[in-house]
């Protein structure tokens, strides 16, 4: 029966693997094993072809360690001057790399992954304490969430025989958030919730108390305010604010089959985010969905931040309804923004799901076509052609 290894000739084995496999690329490694074998070669045939190809092999592999050498302690840290931007503006990422040691530092070339590509930029001799800083500017092209770095330190030879890596920071996230508009204050909701806001309308029966009026005929008697009446001797009347509710359901259909183009679907997004920013705006509770992500918005930045990451999703369920009313089923207000390729007549069957007491509108972003409003009994339907459109529609929607 054999015994097996000692763990701790286990973990050193595997040590060394790692550090050889790490330090010497597949191409190093081709290139070493080709040369042994000519040379090995050459012995036995005596062809000083081989001779030659296994010299040339070793020396490039001796060149490759003599330029791999050298102190990389380097120290670095990255920086973003804004982890938010819009689409259309620019952010300053900086780099500083530093030698914190006591030896003077080698050269070296440095790489920073932003999403799928790479900023490199070389890095001098650094003696002791000594730092520099890089910068680049990166134009928000296009909305995204962004990963920045981590940063590689890379030191090694011309050839790609050696190599030597270190990460020397963590990641960190850009949010690019869609291009919004302001919209004027929402009032569409239903009267005399008892969780709901004021609206600046007045009314004779409700939860908030505005003022006193005389008495005119009809009034109901149950809202007299007595103790007015004992003091000026007139029957005074009390008036209320009309509250409305507030629970806003936002839903954007996220199936790329239904938009004519990409830029079309971002006008979605950025109709989908300014309604959700002007909700939270006037602190009502948002519950908002797209494609599979369903959640409970809790502040504009947040949800700016959620509305960055919205990817077109081909698995999309094309009834919008079942998941929105899975989640918020109560909602006293349903915005959904749709494509140009969806009908009529599936949007007129998806409304019908919804509660008879709640309000719903449907905002059917149309790239470049003339703002428009259809009614019908179920919902109102706007099209929206330019972002621009959308506070004129919603100032007649809402």
């Avoid at 030896?103 to 001799?125: G, H, Q, V």
């Avoid at 029957?235 to 079309?264: F, G, K, W």
């Avoid at 007491?357 to 339907?381: E, K, N, Y």
């Amino acid at each position: 029966m054999h015994e097996r290894p000692q763990p701790a000739l286990k973990r050193l084995w595997r040590k060394a693997r790692r550090s050889i496999t790490a330090y010497i690329s597949p191409l190093g490694w081709a290139v070493a094993i080709a040369s042994a074998i000519c040379a090995a070669a050459f012995f036995a045939l005596g062809w000083h072809e081989l001779l030659a190809f296994g010299v040339t092999g070793a020396t490039m592999m001796l060149a490759a360690v003599v330029l791999s050498l050298g102190n990389t302690s380097f120290g670095a840290s990255i920086s973003l001057s804004k982890p938010r931007v819009r689409v259309g503006d620019t952010a300053l990422v900086s780099v500083t790399v530093c030698n914190p040691g006591n030896a003077p530092t080698a050269s070296a070339r440095a790489d920073l992954p932003i999403e799928e590509t790479r900023k490199r930029f070389s890095i001098p001799m650094l003696a002791p304490g000594q730092s520099k800083q890089i910068e680049t500017r990166l134009h928000a092209v296009s909305r995204a969430v962004l990963p920045v770095g981590p940063l590689t330190i890379h030191k090694g030879d011309p050839f790609g025989l050696i190599r030597h890596e270190k990460k020397l920071t963590e990641r960190l996230t850009l949010f690019i958030h869609p291009a919004i508009v302001p919209l004027g204050t929402l009032n569409a909701g239903q009267t005399r919730d008892l969780e709901g806001q004021p609206s600046g309308q007045i009314a004779s029966d409700d939860l908030d108390f505005q003022h006193l009026r005389e008495y005119e005929p009809g009034d109901d008697m149950r809202n007299v305010h007595w103790l007015s009446c004992a003091k000026t001797g007139e029957l005074m009347i009390r008036q209320y604010e009309v509250t409305r509710r507030t629970d806003t359901s936002l839903t954007i259909a996220v199936n790329p089959e239904e938009y004519a183009s990409a830029e079309e679907f971002e006008l979605a997004v950025s109709v989908h985010a300014s309604i959700g920013v002007r909700c939270l705006a006037q602190s009502r509770p948002l519950t908002t969905h797209a494609g599979r992500t369903h959640a409970t918005a809790q502040s504009p930045m947040t949800f700016l931040d959620s509305c960055s990451a919205i990817t077109p999703q081909r698995a999309d369920n094309p009834n919008l309804m079942q998941g929105t009313l899975e989640h918020t089923p109560d909602a006293s207000l349903y915005f959904l923004t749709v494509g140009s390729l969806r009908d009529v007549d599936g949007i007129k069957r998806m409304a019908m799901a919804l509660p008879k007491s709640a309000s719903c509108m449907v905002l059917q972003v149309a790239f470049g076509a003339p703002r428009a409003i259809r009614r019908f009994p179920a919902f109102a339907l706007a099209t929206v052609g330019d972002l621009n459109d959308l506070p004129l529609i919603m100032g007649v929607l809402a």
